[in-house]
């Protein structure tokens, strides 16, 4: 079984390849059956999740991702989020790699808010806010460069050191960064605001969003979850990675509980938008929003790649022999 540490399977994974094999395996799909999700006590009275999500493709691939979020390592100067992937053989069960499940986490997430930002967010698109300061919220900027004009990067996070640090990073990338500490008047000035947090209560209101705006919410992954007010989604067309957002994201179950948004209202998922099937962006000043909670067919289409370019890598080298 080969093993792939954090440095190869980031190296494996650039995004002008990962973001296309996203949107293949969306297209043509694969077996994803419902991630088992757990709550266990953490340190100080926390609550923590742990998650199990297996995806495959019968005859050829099987993989298993276990992830354990732990809200409260924040504080501790810690990453929210640490997980392991192991990919098999699926035609014999013959484990074939183990992987950073971490990476292929970060990685995958924002490949796909690139994804679903190539159909929603305007072309024209030069702003960007983060709002999070995290190891996905750093990936953002990459990804979002990979399908859009990006030129302009602001952060907010909660702790304005952190987002000072990160905009540092970015300006270190040859990036044009920098941290803010007004939420409402960088979310007002930005063509695409993407939300990366472990936020249990709304961080961002409708009313600071300009129209032509798209909105990514990446966190509250739970019921219990929230980054994003009512007003966020009334008015605007609201796409989804796949229909499981509908009943994991206090996001959405918040404002449908209390009729401020219905379910029908649902414009499409990333499936139908990598088919086609579903249109995208319709005109240069309606507002988007797009919801996701993850899936493991991104996690697989990841250690898909991963596998692919080792293999590729392998013939290179018997080539050069």
């Not at 219905?262 to 938008?273: K, Q, V």
């Amino acid at each position: 079984m080969q093993h792939f540490d954090a440095d190869a399977t980031r190296d494996a994974l650039p995004f002008d390849r990962l973001i296309p094999a996203l949107r293949e395996l969306f297209a043509s799909g694969c077996e994803v059956p419902p991630r088992h999700v757990h709550t266990l006590p953490g340190a100080d009275g926390d609550s923590a999740t742990l998650l199990i999500m297996p995806a495959w493709l019968p005859g050829r691939f099987l993989g298993i991702k276990t992830v354990s979020v732990f809200p409260g390592n924040a504080a501790r100067g810690l990453p929210g989020l640490h997980a392991t992937y192991t990919l098999y053989d699926a035609a014999t069960g013959r484990p074939l790699a183990q992987m950073d499940g971490d990476q292929i986490t970060a990685r995958r997430t924002v490949a796909a808010s690139a994804l679903a930002a190539s159909s929603l967010a305007r072309r024209d698109a030069t702003r960007l806010l983060v709002v999070g300061a995290g190891r996905v919220a750093a990936l953002l900027p990459a990804a979002y460069r990979a399908v859009r004009p990006i030129q302009r990067v602001e952060v907010w996070a909660r702790r304005p050191a952190q987002a000072e640090a990160l905009a540092a990073r970015w300006r270190d990338d040859g990036l044009d960064a920098a941290a803010t500490t007004d939420l409402a008047g960088a979310v007002a000035a930005a063509d695409v605001v993407s939300c990366a947090t472990l936020a249990t209560a709304p961080l961002l209101q409708g009313a600071w969003l300009r129209p032509g705006s798209h909105l990514d919410l990446i966190g509250s992954f739970t019921p219990q979850m929230r980054e994003a007010d009512d007003a966020c989604f009334s008015g605007a067309r609201v796409y989804v990675d796949t229909d499981e957002a509908l009943r994991k994201s206090g996001d959405l179950l918040s404002p449908v509980a209390r009729g401020a948004w219905d379910a029908g209202m649902l414009c499409g998922t990333l499936a139908g938008l990598s088919r086609g099937d579903v249109a995208g962006r319709q005109t240069e000043g309606e507002r988007t929003v797009f919801k996701s909670v993850g899936t493991a067919l991104e996690d697989l289409a990841a250690a898909m790649l991963v596998w692919e370019m080792r293999q590729r890598g392998a013939e290179e080298a018997l080539k050069r022999r």
